[in-house]
Structure formats: C-alpha cells, structure tokens
C-alpha cells in the first residue's frame, strides 16, 4: 500500500495531480449503450440532458467480432457529440485479463480522454486490478496531455472482488464508485439463479404453521437476494467518499420490479442504478431524486431542530441530532440534484434560501 503522504502524489511524471474528493455530479442513472450498434448510436445525440451517463459499453453485450468497432464508434461518437454540463461520458472497457482491454485503454485515453469521466473496469478481484489501471491511466495521460485526471468505477461481480470490497474502494484517490455486477457475481459465486439481477421466487421465508398444520395456507415473503452484497458495498464506498450503484435490472419488461429494485437500493444508499434500455431512464430518476414529501419533511426537522442539538416531538415522533442529519443528507442531495433540474427545482421548490 501506498503511504498516505504520497497518495496524491501523480503515478508519471506529467500526468494531472489527483483528486482529493470525487466530484458529487448528479448520477442517477448510468444509460448503456453499445457503440458498435448504430441504432443504437444514432440516439445517443437525443439523450444528452436526458440522462446524468451516458456509458459507451464496450465489455459484455458487445460481440467478439464487434469488439474494434465498438471501440472506435465510441471514439467517433465522443468527437462528433457536445455533452453539454450536466450529461457526463462514461466507459466500460474490457476485462483486465480480455486481448482487447490494453488497445481499448490506449486509445481511448489518447483520441477522447479529454472528454471521458469515468472509466468503469470489470470484474475487479482486488485492489492490485485498480493499481495497474491507475498507473497505466497515469503514463497515458502525461503522453495525451491531459490536465484533469479520469476517474475509475468498479464493478463487483467476483466472490474475491466482493470479499475485497473495501480495499478496491479505498486503492486509489481516482476511485469514483463502485456498482454491483448481479449475473456475473451470481455465476462466481456459484449462485443457481438464471437471471440479471432482481429477486428470484424461490429464495423466500414462510409463515410458521398455524395450529401445528404444516400443509394448512402459509403466506411466503419474497426476500431481497442482493441485500447483503449492496449493504456491504455501500459501506465501504461511504468509508472512502466514494459513490455506490446498484447496476443492471434485465427484465426490461418488468418496470415495477425494476423500480422496487432501484428503490431498495436508493434507501440503503446508492446514489443511482444503470439503464440498459430507454424505458429505464425515467424510472431511475424517479427513484433517485427523494420525493418533494421527504424534502419538505427534511425542511421541517431541520427548522424544529433550530441549532441542531437536543430533542424535539414532530407529528409524535421524537426527532433528534441524528435524526436531522439524516434530514441533511436528503436536502444535500435534493439541493444538488435541483441545481442542474429544473423540473426538480420547481417540485422541491428550492430557491437560493431555501434550505
Ligand atoms: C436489452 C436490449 C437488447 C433490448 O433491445 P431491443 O432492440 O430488443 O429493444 P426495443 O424495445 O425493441 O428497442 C426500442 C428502440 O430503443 C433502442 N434502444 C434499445 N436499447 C437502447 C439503449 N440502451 N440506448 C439507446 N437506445 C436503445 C432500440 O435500438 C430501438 O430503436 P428503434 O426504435 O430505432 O428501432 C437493448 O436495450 C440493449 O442491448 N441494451 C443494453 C444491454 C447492455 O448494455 N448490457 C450490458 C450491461 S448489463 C451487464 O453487463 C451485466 C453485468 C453488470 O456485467 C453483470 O451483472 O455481470
Ligand atoms: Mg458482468
């Protein structure tokens, strides 16, 4: 490990000065694309300030034999597009151990680094995976000249990865966030869903038996499969100030469930949640911009609290410093969000004094 002096100190000689806090930019939802696919390209123009990422995916879900032209559409397409302010570019590149991650890295870096965030490496074991992309980043910046460093995302989708989890949060000051990778998580794991993300019917708890009747009516919970796994994640992104998402829902027919699922992860933490089709986007907004009720709620607490100590009742409820600065949390992210939304500006009703 590094020594804490020299963290911030860049990996080679030329390459922009690191971080010292991850920019809290508004990313609600991460909407994949496939740059290789020109249906699907030719709509990226129309979601600019639709969505907070765009992600040219260039891992999973692009073919093999569409590997170069994936890499290069995404090129193409970062030159050709204005992002505007509040639209940010992400990638996902190919795994570590993949022939096409060393090519898809050198040049990205050197044609569109100028114009990419965030780079979202796949299946991270370790925080040794983040070390060799955060020196290779480094030595390509210095060589492209690039005065702002790209920041890194890691998907957690290994067993080793998941037990690793707060190293590979805390390995590098480029450390933008980490997302859950369901189905390839579920396969290490050796997990027996067929599924990409989402609960599954079967992993449920039952009612005991009324009177002793084992075979009498028993109502069954469906129980959260990915709990665990996103609560563990959430804690070490906040232990480092960094930012967790929940990642793909692939039953993109099922908005209801996808929603439950977005929202679950919301209220345990996650800042936002990917979109792999377009009728995912408005559903991770919704979900991750609080509600006008929990923002006006939050203003109450914080005006009952005055200077913020001691207890007060509000609706019979007992509210205390802990419980504002849960209240803060909500009027932190829903000032931050109003900032670049004006719809939400409106429903919040935030002005330059309110809060
Ligand atoms: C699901 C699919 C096949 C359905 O694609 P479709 O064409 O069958 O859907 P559609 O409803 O017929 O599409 C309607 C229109 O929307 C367009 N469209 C459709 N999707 C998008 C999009 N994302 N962005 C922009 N436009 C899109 C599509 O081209 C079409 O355009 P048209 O009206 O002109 O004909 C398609 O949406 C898709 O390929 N989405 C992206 C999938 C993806 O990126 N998967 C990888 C991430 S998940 C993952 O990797 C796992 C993880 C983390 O690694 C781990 O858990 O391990
Ligand atoms: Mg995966």
Not at 319 to 330: F, H, M, P, R
Not at 337 to 348: G, K, N, R
Request: with cysteine; hydrophobic share 40%.
């Amino acid at each position: 490990m590094r020594s804490a002096k020299d963290f911030f100190t860049p990996l080679a000689v030329g390459a922009p000065p690191p971080i010292t806090e991850v920019p809290a930019r508004p990313s609600r939802m991460i909407h994949f694309f496939d740059p290789s696919n020109e249906k699907m390209a030719a709509k990226v123009p129309d979601l600019v300030g639709t969505v907070d990422v765009l992600l040219g995916n260039l891992e999973d879900a692009v073919k093999a034999d569409r590997k170069e032209a994936a890499r290069l559409g995404l090129v193409a397409i970062a030159k050709a597009t204005d992002f505007g302010e509040h639209t940010q570019l992400w990638t996902r590149v190919n795994s570590l151990d993949s022939p096409w991650v060393l090519d898809d890295l050198t040049t990205l870096v050197s044609e569109i680094g100028d114009r990419l965030d965030v780079i979202m490496v796949p299946k991270v074991q370790g925080a040794e995976d983040i070390h060799y992309v955060d020196r290779l980043l480094a030595q390509l910046e210095a060589r492209a000249g690039l005065t702002r460093p790209i920041l890194v995302h890691a998907i957690l989708e290994t067993a080793r990865g998941m037990a690793s989890v707060e190293e590979i949060a805390g390995a590098s000051p480029r450390m933008q966030g980490i997302s859950l990778g369901p189905a390839d998580l579920a396969a290490d794991r050796r997990m027996k869903t067929t599924r990409v993300g989402g609960g599954h019917p079967g992993y449920l708890v039952r009612q005991d038996p009324i009177g002793g009747d084992i075979h009498g009516e028993r109502t069954t919970y469906q129980q959260d499969l990915w709990h665990y796994t996103i609560a563990r994640m959430v804690d070490a992104c906040a232990m480092h100030g960094i930012f967790p998402y929940y990642g793909p829902f692939g039953d993109i027919k099922d908005v209801v469930a996808c929603e439950d699922q977005f929202r679950n992860a919301f209220l345990l933490g996650c800042v936002g949640a990917w979109s792999l089709h377009p009728v995912q986007i408005d559903i991770a907004k919704r979900v991750f911009s609080p509600s006008a009720e929990d923002v006006a709620h939050a203003r109450r607490v914080k005006e009952a609290m005055g200077d913020g100590t001691g207890a007060v009742m509000l609706d019979g409820k007992m509210e205390d410093d802990a419980s504002l600065k849960q209240c803060l949390v909500i009027l932190e992210l829903a000032d931050r969000l109003a900032a670049t939304d004006p719809e939400l500006a409106e429903l919040y009703g935030t002005t330059p004094e309110t809060h």
